[in-house]
């Protein structure tokens, strides 16, 4: 059974990402250091192997050696959700027994995608992974595994298992729609980092983002935040996290992170092919436009910016 219940599970919650070296291979010693290097900053809980974390460009051996690494790095002191999604169904089901025997707290899945599943194929798909396990299961809705609708949410909500759901969407509103109808026990997540003040103001328990890994500060600001009512403070945080995101992705959302994270002293290694790497003169310009933002902000207290 799950070691901490999922409704306990809340805060601000990194994406983590998965190192690779430069020959392209899983790094067991980048990955436990980064692991560590975040429970540090005092983040409330990881989620593995999910799209931020590459998990779909890395066999399911490499998976759950990610997963036995970072919960033995982790040690219990924060809890881990471990991302299982595979296209097929006996495959997640043998990655989420992996990650309940490892010590995970829940596992989470996109739905299966690729080929237009109907409802009640991805309705089986969640029923029988959730079946297979005690721990909990929390349904990660995102655009690019295709979203599934309110109603249809509704639904995997009376699969036994699934008790809670990582919301990547814009439409915010549909967190509050999910405490209202689906019950205040059925724990959300907000998945869009440029939103995060929104979902949690919305009704969100925590939030689970990519951006985590590089700047938690600002988001464990916004969490302390919106608990303690205050809006301002919250919406003055997202602002500045907002104009670092933007500026990361305009220039390369993976690699731009682990390329963000190595300036600060946090070695995340490499992306894994396709997404390729920065060559010595891009990274130059991107870290000289970074200084340019940080002139601009402004802003001191995080890391990212302090060291660069």
């Not at 890395?58 to 219990?76: H, S, Y």
């Not at 979203?147 to 298992?161: C, D, M, P, R, S």
């Amino acid at each position: 059974m799950s070691r901490v219940p999922l409704k306990n599970i809340k805060g601000v919650i990194p994406a983590l990402v998965t190192c690779f070296d430069k020959n392209d291979d899983y790094d067991e010693g980048r990955q436990r250091k980064v692991t560590s290097y975040l429970i540090d900053r005092g983040v409330h809980g990881l989620y593995l192997t999910g799209s931020t974390g590459e998990g779909f460009l890395m066999t399911p051996d490499e998976r759950k050696k990610v997963v036995e690494d970072v919960i033995d790095e982790v040690k219990g002191r924060v809890p881990v959700i471990v991302h299982v999604g595979a296209i097929g169904t006996k495959i997640s089901i043998d990655l989420a027994k992996h990650a309940e025997k490892s010590g995970a707290d829940a596992i989470s899945s996109v739905p299966p995608f690729y080929w237009k599943f109907s409802e009640p194929q991805m309705f089986n798909y969640y029923r029988d992974i959730s079946g297979a396990v005690g721990i909990p299961m929390v349904v990660y809705n995102i655009a690019l595994a295709g979203a599934v609708g309110f109603n249809f949410i509704k639904t995997l909500a009376t699969i036994e298992g699934v008790q809670g759901i990582k919301y990547t969407l814009t439409s915010k509103f549909e967190i509050m729609r999910i405490k209202e109808e689906i019950g205040r026990d059925f724990v959300v997540y907000s998945g869009a980092d440029e939103m995060a003040m929104t979902g949690l103001s919305f009704g969100a328990d925590g939030i689970i983002g990519s951006f985590y890994n590089m700047i938690p500060e600002p988001f464990l600001d916004i969490y302390k935040a919106i608990q303690a009512g205050d809006l301002k403070t919250a919406q003055e945080k997202q602002r500045i996290a907002n104009a670092i995101i933007l500026y990361t992705l305009d220039r390369g959302f993976q690699v731009g992170i682990k390329a963000g994270m190595n300036w600060m002293g946090v070695d995340a290694g490499y992306c894994r092919e396709p997404f390729g790497r920065f060559d010595r003169e891009t990274e130059e310009r991107y870290h000289a436009e970074f200084r340019q933002l940080k002139a601009k902000l402004g802003v001191k207290g995080i890391p990212f910016l302090d060291k660069l």
